[in-house]
Nanobody, 117 residues
Framework: QAQVMESGGGSVQPGGSLRLSCVAS????????VEWWRQPPGAGRKRVAE????????WYDDSVKGRFTISQDNAKNTVYLLLDRLKTEDTAMYYC??????????WGQGTQVTVSS
């Protein structure tokens, strides 16, 4: 089992930036992709970015494409999500998930991002 822990959330004004971190530990060789999901208040959880650990190929949901950037630091077992040009509608709990080779996910506890003026 892989363990993941998010950090880096906070409160920012519209147009601001944040960098979220997802640190993986445990059986990390079993991780195929790392995903970032978000869940706004009163809404369901939605995947917004994903990184293939082997190929380094990223994927983004249209709602964040061009504003969010996913990257990895293999030496630190960390995947980052840079949130740029934030909008009020980006307000959500952000979760990191390790998608394993068996198709199952290990989830972190989440980190809150609040965008307001």
């Amino acid at each position: 089992q892989a363990q993941v822990m998010e950090s880096g959330g906070g409160s920012v004004q519209p147009g601001g930036s944040l960098r979220l971190s997802c640190v993986a530990s445990g059986y990390i060789d079993n991780i195929r992709d790392v995903e970032w999901w978000r869940q706004p208040p009163g809404a369901g959880r939605k995947r917004v970015a994903e990184l293939s650990i082997g190929s380094g190929v990223p994927w983004y949901d249209d709602s964040v494409k061009g504003r969010f950037t996913i990257s990895q630091d293999n030496a630190k077992n960390t995947v980052y999500l840079l949130l740029d040009r934030l909008k009020t509608e980006d307000t959500a709990m952000y979760y990191c998930a390790a998608l394993k080779k068996d198709g199952l996910r290990d989830w972190g506890q989440g980190t809150q991002v609040t965008v307001s003026s």
